[in-house]
């Protein structure tokens, strides 16, 4: 695996180093060792799959609040997305700092979100499944968000007249 750390601490961007022959290609997706050599957290103890037939669909911006923070390794496995995260570590030299990456599932490229941070993502395109690899069992007293839109991030989402989001989604308040 090729890990490229993004503009934000801890932030991985990971491709799969494909080696190939006339059947096509064998690539390792997940070594717990790889992932602990860049300081990452290697314990994963659950699996998610979203589904979205619209393009357009905004999910996001979510997180698990101690003591039940979680780092999650994203990956689209149909379709295309705009994935965004944010830094919400009030002591980070990042903090309320954001990254936007388009995964899709031709790339194979995933993304590792570090504990204390936001996770959201855009379909660019209908019929779009996001498969999440997470290091926290899903606590709901736990479940907190952040507004997609929230002036503070300055998130600069693709454009869609047409964009679907949860009432849920849509009802977080803005980052105090």
């Not at 096509?24 to 994963?44: D, I, P, T, V, Y």
């Amino acid at each position: 695996m090729i890990f490229t750390e993004l503009k934000l601490k801890g932030a991985f961007l990971i491709d799969v180093e494909r080696v190939a022959d006339a059947r096509g290609f064998f690539a390792r997706a997940w070594c717990q060792r790889e992932f602990e050599a860049h300081g990452l957290n290697g314990h994963l103890v659950q699996c998610s799959l979203s589904f979205n037939q619209k393009n357009g669909t905004l999910r996001g911006m979510h997180y698990q609040a101690a003591p039940h923070e979680e780092a999650k390794l994203v990956r689209c496995t149909r379709g295309i997305i705009y994935d965004v995260i944010v830094d919400l570590r009030r002591d980070s030299a990042t903090y309320k700092q954001w990254v936007g990456v388009e995964l899709s599932a031709d790339s194979r490229r995933m993304v590792y979100v570090p504990e204390g941070f936001a996770h959201g993502f855009q379909t660019l395109v209908g019929d779009t499944e996001i498969f999440y690899q997470m290091s926290e069992f899903y606590h709901a007293e736990s479940t907190r968000g952040i507004l997609w839109n929230d002036p503070a991030f300055g998130i600069q989402w693709p454009h869609f007249e047409d964009r679907t989001i949860s009432g849920q989604d849509q009802a977080y308040g803005f980052w105090k």
